[in-house]
């Protein structure tokens, strides 16, 4: 069974500083795929990323970055000179790619609160 | 209008009403999910409709009874339901992937925050 654990449940800091939310995840496919939403108080979950599992290459798109690595299970999301906007609830999810639909396994999610 | 928009976005309602909550999404995905979001839990999938048939129904009570019309619109309709049923429901949308070499992420609504009373 898959299985996603975030297990920072709320992280503080102040404006400029970096932050790392933490992602392990669990599963027995070899193909599979893995994923982090933003939830804003608004509520909509905002796609930010997806990785293969046949892809170790971290990215890296302006203040976001990812380092996936595989003989850790982990997947975890840096925020660099974090800002109040990014404060929200993060969440990590995977999925295994054997259907025709995408079924996420989420993690409970990381709240992030930025103070000035 | 783009993206997917759920309606309502709050709704409060007795144990004995029954009422609706609608998705509609203008991506033109085939896919379209219902999750369940409560307080200091993960998100909880409830039903996956691919090209309008129902493909998962994750051991969800009765008392929920989603209906896929066409591929752009999800209604779950509620009956009789529990105060532990309160929580927030999110309906997402995705593309059809690509014989498993390409998972397509979720595109996500705002909610219904449902309150059962």
């Known amino acids: 069974a898959q299985k996603v654990t975030q297990a920072q449940t709320e992280i503080s800091v102040v404006e400029k500083e970096d932050v790392t939310l933490d992602c392990v995840y669990e599963?027995?496919?070899?193909?599979?795929?893995l994923f982090w939403y933003k939830q804003p108080p608004s509520g909509e979950l905002v796609f930010l990323i997806r990785r293969n599992s046949f892809d170790e290459q971290n990215e890296i798109s302006g203040r976001y970055s990812w380092n996936f690595q595989k003989s850790t299970s982990s997947f975890n999301f840096t925020i660099t000179a974090s800002q109040v906007v990014d404060s929200a609830v993060y969440f990590c999810?995977?999925?295994?790619?054997?259907?025709?639909?995408?079924?996420?396994?989420f993690g409970k999610g990381t709240m992030l609160l930025v103070s000035p | 209008e783009t993206g997917v928009t759920q309606t309502p976005r709050h709704l409060v309602m007795g144990m004995t009403n029954k009422k609706s909550l609608k998705c509609e999404q203008h991506l033109g995905h085939n896919a379209m999910y219902w999750y369940k979001q409560s307080a200091k839990k993960p998100l909880e999938l409830m039903f996956v409709y691919n090209f309008k048939e129902q493909t998962e129904n994750n051991s969800v009570p009765s008392r929920f009874s989603p209906e896929c019309p066409n591929s752009s619109h999800l209604f779950l309709h509620l009956h009789t339901l529990q105060p532990e049923d309160s929580a927030l429901y999110l309906c997402?949308?995705?593309?059809?992937?690509?014989?498993?070499?390409?998972?397509?992420?979720?595109?996500f609504g705002n909610g219904t925050r449902l309150t059962v009373t």
């Open positions: 999810a995977l999925s295994e790619g054997n259907s025709g639909y995408s079924t996420l396994t």
């Open positions: 997402a949308s995705s593309q059809p992937n690509n014989g498993g070499s390409y998972n397509s992420p979720l595109h």
């Open positions: 599963t027995r496919d070899t193909t599979y795929y």
